[in-house]
């Protein structure tokens, strides 16, 4: 049974980078597509982006070009990096995985981390 | 971007109702459309992939159904376990959309 936790500071200051990690354990890294979803407070699901174990990205044009993903197989995490925040990325952000079979529907959450952006 | 529009908003029902949960995307997804139950202070939880497959845990009183544009998510004799948010999300093509929502109220 694959777990994931997210882990980073639950205050950041405006105009700063925001800088997640995601723990992945009981389950292989090289299986999945590691991604990152958000949610405002009372508000809906916004997908931010996913990187695979080869390297290769993709993130929400929304966010322009603010996200950076990072993977390390060596300690099973991968990370969010999201520049620039302001109040509008005060969310939970959740990790997810979703398993390299072509579909990319998430089977695996991690319970979410509250970040605020607040001066 | 696939823009994905859930209909309704919101839905009061009671124990033992069936309810439908309708999403619709703004252009053909084929199947690539996932249905998800969040209650509050939760993660999002997996409930039917690729339109109407089942995932592995989830009760068959759960059942979706739908191609391309138009896709439903329907529960029979709800249970009150089922009252949550529910949301669609296409992964056809990035960014990988969700739906609104559809808050589930008991009546």
């Known amino acids: 049974q694959v777990q994931l936790q997210e882990s980073g500071p639950g205050l950041v200051k405006p105009s700063e980078t925001l800088s997640l990690t995601c723990t992945v354990s009981?389950?292989?890294?090289?299986?999945?597509?590691w991604s990152w979803i958000r949610q405002p407070p009372g508000k809906g699901l916004e997908w931010i982006g996913y990187?695979?174990?080869?390297?290769?990205?993709s993130d929400n044009p929304s966010l322009k070009s603010r996200v950076t993903m990072s993977l390390d197989t060596s300690k099973s995490q991968f990370s969010l990096k999201l520049s620039s925040v302001t109040a509008a990325d005060t969310a939970v952000y959740y990790c997810?995985?979703?398993?390299?079979?072509?579909?990319?529907?998430?089977?695996?959450w991690g319970q979410g981390i509250l970040v605020t952006v607040f001066s | 971007d696939i823009q994905m529009t859930q209909s309704p908003s919101s839905l009061s029902a009671s124990v033992g109702d069936r309810v439908t949960i309708t999403c619709r995307a703004s252009?053909?997804?084929?199947?690539?459309l996932h249905w998800y139950q969040q209650k509050p202070g939760n993660a999002p939880k997996l409930l039917i992939y690729?339109?109407?497959s089942l995932q592995s845990g989830v009760p068959s009183r759960f059942s979706g159904s739908g191609s391309g544009t138009d896709f439903t998510l329907t529960i029979n004799s709800l249970q009150p376990e089922d009252f949550a948010t529910y949301y669609c999300?296409?992964?056809?093509?990035?960014?990988?959309?969700f739906g609104q929502g559809t808050q589930l109220e008991i009546k």
């Open positions: 009981g389950g292989s890294i090289s299986d999945y597509y």
């Open positions: 252009q053909s997804i084929g199947t690539y």
């Open positions: 997810a995985g979703a398993y390299n079979n072509g579909w990319y529907y998430f089977d695996q």
């Open positions: 990187i695979y174990y080869s390297g290769s990205t």
């Open positions: 999300q296409q992964t056809y093509s990035a960014p990988h959309t």
């Open positions: 690729a339109a109407s």
